[in-house]
Structure formats: structure tokens, C-alpha cells
């Protein structure tokens, strides 16, 4: 009896494994993808975001640094990795730690503001502040070079925003009169001479009490209610009374033609 040996040959095949850890060597230099797996193309180093932007804002007649400036950056389109070993099938794939949004930074009293982790490509960068134009540009980021990636990428860039002139427009003032929605009343009474006479000897005070209106208590006299102190008393246009002391200036009474008492703002009699 025969026996036939058969010898089994094992053939292992082995598949390319992409397994590459980057070391950080800088801040804002690249980290490891996290796509970097079993069957997983590793991105080029050259093309990740680690990119870094400084933009100075400056006054443009005074050259003074401005803070406190709203600077916003807006990603318009971002370099494709041309390096070998690019997948073409990802090409349309954001890098990593690529971030498409627009982002929003204020200078500090240097009037810089800083921008960190951005990927290659254009960017517009509109400026906003209180008493200033808003201002915009446009910068481009080049890639790391491909034999030293995790250099120092920064870019800067500086800008001179021109204050706002505001014009003054003329004002035209116009003041009307409005007539008095009350309207005052004038009436008098008149006193004939004839009535005066009796009371020669006693003076004119008493002559006056017979004018209608006038009140006379003791040596006190009121025209209407009102006391003499506030009465302007006048013969002929003349005060009647002294306005320091307050005394009657008064003439004879025989001289007196007649009385009128008038309720107005100003009394004469």
C-alpha cells in the first residue's frame, strides 16, 4: 500500500497597512488623522490646516493701532493637496481640522487680531467698527512646503480703515405765535365828579370808596378783593402811590374830575 504524502503549502499575503503617527512639534502643528486606519489613504501633511493669520488694524490718517475691531474671516476656497500620494477619490473631502465657517476675532489694544488652525486657500477678511468705513480683503495662505510640514506658517497682514465722515444737514427753525386761548375781559366804571364833592374834608380814600369794586377796611383799601400792595393805582398816567413806602400820594379832591376802576391786569383809577 502506498502512501502519497501531500505537503501543504501555507501562503500568507499581506495587505499595506497605513499607520502613521505625527508628532506635534510646534503649537498649531498638525495632529494625527483620525481616518488613519486599515485601508485609510493618509493626508498629506502639507495640506493640513496648522496655518496661522495675524491682521493688524491700524487708523489710516493717525497710523494708531484701533482694538477692539470686529475682523471676520470668510473662507472662499481652500488649495487641494497635489502632493504624490494624494487620493483623488478625496479630493473633494475638506483636510484635516478644516473648518468651512466664518469666524469672528477682535483686535486686542496692539489692534491685532489672530487667527489660528486654517487650512491653505483665499480667505476675505471684512473689517467693522464703530466710526470707521468697513473695510475688506482678500488674502491667500500657501501650503507648508512639503519637506518640512509642521513649520511656523503664519501670515500677516495689515490694515488702514478711514473714519467716517458724517455731514451735517441744515435745520430750519420756525417759531409761530400762538394765540392766548383766554381772552381777559376789560370793563370800568366811571365816577362823576358830582358824587366826589360831599366828601371834600375827608379826602380822596373816601371818594374812592364809592367806585364800585372798592372795598375800603380801616386804612386798608381792595380793589375788587385784591389789596393795594398788588393794585397799580395811577392819576393821570401818575402813581398814585409812593413804591418804597407805599403811602397815597393823592392831590386835592377837588381836583379829581372822575374815577374809573378797571378790571385788567393793571388797575388805574
Not at 455731514?167 to 400762538?178: F, G, I, L, P, Y
Not at 413806602?245 to 374809573?260: C, M, N, R, S, Y
Request: glycine share 8%.
Amino acid at each position: 500500500m502506498r502512501f502519497v504524502e501531500i505537503v501543504c503549502c501555507l501562503v500568507l499575503v499581506g495587505w499595506p497597512v497605513s499607520d502613521t503617527a505625527v508628532q506635534a512639534q510646534s503649537p498649531g502643528a498638525a495632529e494625527p488623522d483620525a481616518r488613519s486606519r486599515v485601508g485609510t489613504p493618509v493626508p498629506d501633511a502639507a495640506s493640513r490646516c496648522d496655518r496661522a493669520l495675524s491682521v493688524a488694524v491700524a487708523d489710516s490718517a493717525t497710523t494708531l493701532p484701533i482694538s477692539q475691531v470686529a475682523v471676520r474671516l470668510h473662507p472662499l476656497g481652500r488649495e487641494t493637496g497635489s502632493a504624490s500620494g494624494a487620493d483623488p477619490r478625496h479630493r473633494d473631502e475638506p483636510a484635516v481640522g478644516a473648518s468651512p465657517r466664518t469666524r469672528t476675532a477682535f483686535t486686542d489694544p496692539n489692534g491685532i487680531a489672530r487667527f489660528a488652525d486654517l487650512c491653505p486657500g483665499s480667505y476675505e477678511i471684512e473689517t467693522i467698527h464703530v466710526g470707521y468705513l468697513p473695510h475688506r480683503a482678500t488674502v491667500s495662505i500657501p501650503r507648508a512646503p512639503e519637506n518640512s510640514p509642521g513649520t511656523d506658517g503664519a501670515a500677516s497682514l495689515r490694515l488702514a480703515l478711514t473714519s467716517r465722515v458724517y455731514a451735517m444737514e441744515e435745520v430750519d427753525v420756525r417759531a409761530e405765535t400762538v394765540a392766548p386761548l383766554v381772552s381777559l375781559e376789560r370793563s370800568s366804571h366811571l365816577l362823576p365828579s358830582e358824587p366826589v364833592k360831599p366828601f371834600v374834608s375827608y379826602g380822596l380814600a373816601d371818594a374812592i370808596a364809592l367806585v364800585p369794586g372798592v372795598l375800603v377796611s380801616g386804612e386798608r383799601i381792595f380793589f375788587r378783593g385784591v389789596a393795594t400792595e398788588h393794585v397799580a393805582t395811577t392819576i393821570d398816567g401818575v402813581p398814585a402811590r409812593d413804591p418804597i413806602t407805599g403811602d397815597w400820594i393823592l392831590p386835592p379832591p377837588q381836583a379829581v374830575a372822575g374815577a374809573e376802576l378797571i378790571a385788567s391786569t393793571v388797575v388805574e383809577t
